[in-house]
């Protein structure tokens, strides 16, 4: 018995449902085409062989996601005379437990990943589809071939095209998050855009940190809504997420329109924000706008105060919407106390592991810090007796200060080490209207040319410096 993705309801239960899945088949197919026919795909049991008959489920997948990107791929398809002729065969459509929620706009990457792969799976011989049923399946004896296609049955999928290759970020129903590199190409990926990007949008902030090292205060500023669209615009199909923050970003008299802006263009706008300042944000906002933020990455920086999260759990919980938070701590800041003391409360009203980011420890602003509040450095040995009931996730420089890499074996860090700063990601001020490698660097550009800068990332991706 081979494993399945299958669909899972969420609120409800059906008597049945359809559990579509690429499978491996008994013979290689022979027979090629220049067609492809588009149907009704149910319960089935039937199994999609030919090339016409996989073609024209893979285009019904595209018009049950969106019918404007359908025409887009369907297009340009035909133009490049890949298929001569499409057939349609009464109304086309897909199961609703079946359809792949692959998420974009016509901004985004998501009409040239539907031709690509298109393209990829005809070639593929020895692939097929099984369009099965739940409760009596005929194909479950079938194995699945190697490689990324399940992860298109989950529960959203968002696109972007950095490169010569796709991100796909895949979010299943219980909020977890996986991040895939796709090639249909036979050589080195080569990003040519950040696939995210850390943006600086006010230099506002009250909060008074003493561990901050960003030049905020109560009457910073902003930037323009103007340059936060520019650089959206520049980087919409390209750059899957941007990571907002500040400063205070929930003090950005825009910032709900940044949101909107960016989603409506494809990308995910993440963001980060003081644990208290969210707290508040949520006791002033209606449950119901809550929604805007639904499927993003909201970073909560933990102030060490269980009560916050508390609050911000139920009142999320009263929202019935699938926030996404990970919980920032900071090495020499926050020991493994906070941890428990997170846990214990997460864990009060949720099932789901909890993500907690480790931050290292930055050189505060203020020269005369209190040094008598740093705590020992983190011990990754210390967090490895949490692994069973948190994730925990670092950035380069908590790698380095916890020596992360020499607890990983090398085949497992190669997999899931995602680059260091500037290889794959940069960071943009548009508060002072710079950019560098990352937000503590001390090396910063000026913003001359949009285009300028995204060259100098490609020559940092290459080990470079500009």
């Known amino acids: 018995m081979c494993m399945r993705i299958e669909s899972i309801r969420i609120g409800y239960e059906t008597n049945s449902s359809s559990s579509h899945s690429f499978v491996l088949l008994p013979e290689p197919r022979k027979t090629d085409t220049d067609r492809a026919?588009?149907?009704?795909?149910?319960?089935?049991?039937?199994?999609?062989?030919?090339?016409?008959?996989?073609?024209?489920?893979?285009?019904?997948?595209?018009?049950?996601?969106?019918?404007?990107?359908?025409?887009?791929?369907?297009g340009d398809i035909l133009y490049n005379e890949f298929l001569k002729e499409v057939k349609i065969e009464d109304a086309p459509e897909i199961d609703h437990a079946s359809i792949w929620e692959l998420k974009g706009s016509k901004y985004s990457a998501l009409p040239n990943f539907y031709r690509d792969f298109l393209k990829w799976l005809l070639k593929q011989k020895e692939i097929g589809i099984a369009v099965d049923n739940d409760n009596e399946p005929e194909y479950d004896t079938l194995p699945e071939p190697k490689g990324f296609p399940q992860v298109l049955y989950r529960r959203k999928v968002f696109v972007s095209e950095p490169g010569n290759y796709y991100l796909l970020l895949c979010k299943g129903w219980d909020g977890e998050v996986t991040r895939y590199r796709v090639s249909f190409k036979d050589e080195p990926l080569k990003p040519e855009y950040p696939e995210s990007i850390d943006v600086k949008i006010t230099e506002m902030c009250d909060n008074n940190c003493w561990y901050c090292f960003e030049n905020v205060s109560h009457n910073g500023r902003h930037c323009s809504f103007e340059a936060f669209?520019?650089?959206?615009?520049?980087?919409?199909?390209?750059?899957?997420?941007?990571?907002?923050?500040?400063?205070?970003?929930?003090?950005?008299?825009?910032?709900?329109?940044?949101?909107?802006?960016?989603?409506?263009?494809?990308?995910?706008?993440?963001?980060?924000?003081?644990?208290?300042?969210?707290?508040?944000?949520?006791?002033?906002?209606?449950?119901?706008?809550?929604?805007?933020?639904?499927?993003?990455?909201?970073?909560?920086?933990?102030?060490?105060?269980?009560?916050?999260?508390?609050?911000?759990?139920?009142?999320?919980?009263?929202?019935?919407?699938?926030?996404?938070?990970?919980?920032?701590?900071?090495?020499?800041?926050?020991?493994?106390?906070?941890?428990?003391?997170?846990?214990?409360?997460?864990?009060?009203?949720?099932?789901?592991?909890?993500?907690?980011?480790?931050?290292?420890?930055?050189?505060?602003?203020?020269?005369?810090?209190?040094?008598?509040?740093?705590?020992?450095?983190?011990?990754?040995?210390?967090?490895?007796?949490?692994?069973?009931?948190?994730?925990?996730?670092?950035?380069?420089?908590?790698?380095?200060?916890?020596?992360?890499?020499?607890?990983v074996p090398p085949e497992t860090w190669k997999l899931f080490y995602q680059g260091a700063d500037g290889e794959y990601t940069m960071f943009v001020d548009l508060v002072n209207m710079k950019y560098a490698k990352n937000s503590y660097s001390g090396r910063k550009y000026k913003i001359t040319k949009w285009g300028e800068m995204f060259k100098h990332f490609r020559r940092w991706g290459k080990g470079k410096e500009v």
């Open 37 to 74: 026919v588009m149907k009704y795909y149910g319960w089935g049991p039937e199994l999609l062989t030919t090339p016409e008959e996989i073609a024209g489920y893979v285009l019904t997948q595209a018009l049950e996601n969106d019918k404007e990107i359908f025409q887009t791929v369907l």
């Open 229 to 407: 669209t520019r650089l959206v615009s520049e980087i919409a199909g390209k750059t899957l997420e941007i990571a907002i923050g500040g400063g205070n970003p929930l003090k950005h008299p825009q910032f709900m329109d940044m949101i909107r802006y960016a989603k409506e263009r494809g990308i995910i706008p993440n963001f980060t924000v003081n644990i208290r300042d969210w707290v508040e944000f949520m006791r002033n906002t209606p449950l119901e706008k809550l929604k805007l933020f639904e499927d993003l990455g909201i970073g909560l920086s933990w102030t060490g105060v269980g009560w916050h999260l508390d609050e911000i759990l139920a009142l999320t919980q009263a929202s019935n919407w699938i926030l996404n938070y990970t919980i920032h701590i900071i090495n020499r800041v926050h020991g493994t106390e906070d941890i428990e003391r997170i846990l214990e409360v997460w864990y009060k009203h949720r099932k789901d592991k909890p993500k907690i980011l480790v931050l290292g420890f930055k050189k505060p602003r203020e020269k005369n810090f209190p040094r008598f509040f740093l705590k020992e450095v983190l011990k990754f040995e210390d967090l490895q007796k949490y692994s069973g009931k948190a994730i925990f996730l670092f950035d380069d420089l908590a790698v380095e200060q916890l020596g992360v890499k020499d607890y």
